[in-house]
């Protein structure tokens, strides 16, 4: 089957989805409006086209188009005549309402292409009457399935589910048991926490301030990894730095940037915690990463992967922004080796239950069935065939 794929840029969180359709023989085509520096593009290599002239003025009229390019998209005919030749069976289009996305959808429409958006919004939420109308609307016109990787931020409401609208996680890699990192090294537990340098959102400096208020009672270690691309994401990486040498934490806290995707697996199977202290995290993936490789999670009440995070169990959700309950949350985890343990257990055993590659696929061919009454399976659909060949 054709699945082409349209979206700001082939961020990481989407290397594992694409490797299970590419396990399953699916034939993959991702456009994009830019390519990012940590990219990882060993499986697929996504493709820009050519930006139009009315998107460049309109670029420049507006000015600020963001690390996404918002105001981007190819140039219209060229692209309607790229898209018949593709003839994808199902399009997954990021956002449905930037420029480029409504171009694409407006062409799968007319190319009868079976059309699924991607959001990362909580499926169960409080909707206001103006945004109900707007996505039913929006998936009623197209004739469109939409998807989340989200279950909800909170109790689910009255109006909560929209009809064809799924929860479709994004799979993270599951390592197996007998890989998970139980050893705690003589200096304690190892601590990682990851987020671009340049956003003050990801809280860098509270979660070395947490630190800071252990290093006099306990042994441990962290690493800090984030993209540092441009001129501010440098400054605020010196800035942390600094901070970090004057809260005595020099040899405690080891900086990292621009790590490509294949050596993250090595760091997260070298740690022990995981830590995303960032406020209004609209996902967060590499909270689920982190399960993957068992590592106990701690993340804020406003990120959007927290409902993946059980209590005492295989982690803690923290209220944000609070230094007080980050520092008691950690020293929960690093005063006790054996409760560390067991959390690193329940966090590989629900990542396996809930992330895995096959979950997602499981979820993704059950949407297709449902809305498109399309059987996802190659391997099924020959059979099929055979079977009517036979009478």
Known sequence: MK??????????NQVQLIKKLLEKKHDITFHVAS??????????????????????FIEKTFKNGGVNNKYYFPAPHSYWKLFRQLKPDIIIIRDPYKLFSLMAAFYALLANTRIVFYTQEPLIRFRTWKTRLKQKMTIRFFKAAWMTPIVSYDLPQKNGRLKHMYYVPLPVNVTSEDRIFNQIPENGPRIIMIGKYHQERKKHLLFIQALSNLVYKYRFSAT?????????QQAN????????????????VEFKQNVPYKKMAELYASHHIFVLPAINEQYGVSVNEALGYGLPVICTDTCGAKFNINNGHNGFVVKSDSVEDLTAALEKMISDYQTLSQMQHQSLQYARENLSADVFYSKFTNLARERFSVLMNIAACIVLLQVFHAF
């Open 224 to 232: 800090i990894v984030g993209e540092c691309a441009t001129e501010q």
């Open 35 to 56: 390519i990012g520096p940590t990219e990882d593009h060993s499986q697929l290599q996504p493709v820009r086209h050519k930006q139009s002239k009315l998107s460049v």
């Open 237 to 252: 990486f010196d800035f942390l730095k600094q901070q970090a040498a004057k809260l005595k934490l020099g040899s405690q």
């Open 3 to 12: 699945l082409l794929f349209v979206a700001p840029r082939y961020h990481t």
